[in-house]
């Protein structure tokens, strides 16, 4: 198993990929959008560019967690990954809000097989329909 890893993820807003599973707890905009869940599928690149090699994609939920206008979230995420040398899936999980993030590596199949360890999540940029986020995981 590698020591680290990073690759990008690109995030498409009007994708069918990114819906709402379940809505707001509180439809009155209260709490803003606490309990709304989101599923996900997204593409995974060797670099920032979209067009650049392809690693895999990045599957899971997010559920808001806040009920401020803040976003604070629960998000689980598995990484397919495939570079050629390295092939399996990683699952990830931890508490995400608009910064950087930091969550837990807490498993994975195929070369990542028991992984552990912990990945830091930045955001880098968005355009109307896309917002690209660089992923660095360290593996204990």
């Known amino acids: 198993m590698p020591t ?8 498409g ?5 990114l819906g709402t599973l379940i809505a707001p707890i509180d439809s009155s905009g209260s709490t803003g959008t606490f309990g709304q869940t989101q599923l996900f599928a ?11 090699y392809s690693l895999g994609s990045m599957r899971g939920y997010t559920v808001q967690a806040s009920s401020t206008a803040d976003f604070h979230g629960v998000e689980v995420e598995v990484l397919t990954y495939d570079d050629g040398s ?9 508490l995400i809000n608009a910064g950087t993030n930091e ?3 807490v498993g994975g199949t195929g070369d990542f ?4 360890g912990y ?21 204990l």
């Open 103 to 105: 969550i837990a590596i």
């Open 13 to 17: 807003f009007a994708l069918p990929s």
């Open 4 to 11: 680290s890893l990073e690759y990008y993820v690109h995030v």
């Open 113 to 116: 097989r028991s992984a552990r």
């Open 86 to 94: 390295l092939n399996g899936t990683i699952s990830l999980q931890g």
């Open 42 to 52: 997204f593409n995974v690149t060797e670099g920032a560019d979209p067009t650049s």
């Open 119 to 139: 990945a830091i999540i930045t955001f880098l940029n968005s355009t109307a329909t896309v917002a690209l986020y660089h992923h660095q995981l360290f593996f």
